[in-house]
């Protein structure tokens, strides 16, 4: 190894490539999304920065960083590969609004938001959580 192979090897990739991650992630619990709500996830992740990718991913599966490989290689708990999994959950405004992270499986559940600007609102909210000192959300 050189230094710079060494250091892709220990932390992962440095971007987190958008396409790379769709492309990589299981949909579960499908009749529960509506129509445009996959498409305005993925336009929504697309939309921040690297260092908000990096969050969220972190949120979801407690790594902000790509594995050597991409996310065809992402590891589950137990070290074998297990994509990113969004899965949809019914949309209730009072006791299910925000996405929750399910670290040890890779998992998103989200809910089958009604609109965009709904969904915009209650993904980025979990950007504004410290994922380092406080575990809200997580599972």
Known sequence: FDFSELELFLGGCPEIDVEDWRS?????????????NTDWFWEIVGSWSHEQRAKFLQFVTGTSQVPLGGFSKLAGHLGEVKKFELKWVQYNA????????HTCFNRL????????????LCVEAVL????????????
């Open 109 to 120: 559940d989200i809910p089958a938001y009604p609109s965009m600007e709904e969904m915009k």
């Open 128 to 139: 504004n959580i410290d994922v380092e000192n406080l575990r809200f959300g997580l599972e």
């Open 24 to 36: 990589n992630t299981e949909e579960t619990s499908r009749e529960f999304a509506l129509p445009g």
């Open 94 to 101: 009072t006791t299910f609004r925000y996405p929750r992270g």
